[in-house]
């Protein structure tokens, strides 16, 4: 059963500070992973979506990369603002030997940047 | 675009009631997901449909829930009778393909039973 653990579980930074938020996943056997932003009383926002044939992409100041063989996945924030606040989630998508559209998300970061 | 609507955005009940939750899907997305998430148990899909036809409901707790999709701008999800742990947010998201592009989600209706 593929489980998604995320870690920190909160962390906290000042304004400025470049960061990294880790997920590991326990079956290598995915079809892409997909990191989200969630802030309080809202829904997801899809931030990044790398496929398990790529290694990082990009997006403005942040980066995320895919390990599939180890089962991990970071994201990177490049000179983090207090509008980064928020939690962030990552998802992947399980290959069980045929098609699925499930997402498995892990428990998610809360992340304080501090002005 | 207006996103994937969600109604109501609050919802507080007692045990025992009818609760049915509604998801308006972006126009032109054949998927369409409903997720719940708790401070336990993190967010989790309940059932997804493509093209209106429910794909997997494995995820749905019991036979108190239901989900319907008549046409492809509308969804429910009814639970019924409603218990206090059905307290959760419940999400609804939809993409316009399987799974290689990201999935939209509304902004979720916050349910307490009382």
């Known amino acids: 059963k593929q489980e998604v653990t995320q870690i920190p579980a909160a962390l906290s930074v000042p304004e400025g500070e470049n960061l990294v938020l880790n997920c590991s996943f326990t079956?290598?056997?995915?079809?892409?992973l997909q990191w989200f932003r969630q802030d309080p009383g809202k829904g997801l926002t899809s931030l990044l979506l790398i496929q398990s044939s790529q290694r990082e992409q990009t997006s403005g100041r942040l980066n995320a990369s895919l390990d599939k063989s180890s089962g991990r996945s970071t994201l990177y924030i490049a000179a983090s603002q207090p509008g980064d606040s928020a939690t962030y989630l990552c998802?992947?998508?399980?290959?069980?030997?045929?098609?699925?559209?499930?997402?498995?998300f892990g428990t998610g970061t809360l992340l304080a940047v501090q002005p | 675009d207006a996103g994937v609507i969600q109604s109501p955005r609050h919802e507080v009940t007692e045990m025992g009631q009818e609760v049915t939750l509604r998801c308006k899907p972006i126009?032109?997305?054949?998927?369409l997901f409903w997720y719940r998430q708790t401070m336990m148990r993190g967010l989790e899909l309940l059932i997804y449909f493509n093209n209106n036809v429910p794909i997997d409901d494995s995820g749905m707790p019991e036979d108190r829930f239901s989900a319907k999709m008549p046409n492809a701008s509308f969804s429910t999800l009814k639970i019924q009778p409603s218990e206090p742990r059905d307290s959760a947010v419940y999400f609804c998201?939809?993409?316009?393909?399987?799974?290689?592009?990201?999935?939209?989600f509304g902004d979720g209706t916050r349910l307490s039973i009382l």
């Open positions: 079956d290598s056997a995915i079809y892409n």
């Open positions: 998802a992947v998508r399980p290959h069980y030997g045929g098609a699925t559209n499930k997402l498995i």
């Open positions: 126009s032109g997305h054949d998927y």
């Open positions: 998201a939809s993409s316009p393909d399987r799974g290689n592009q990201p999935q939209h």
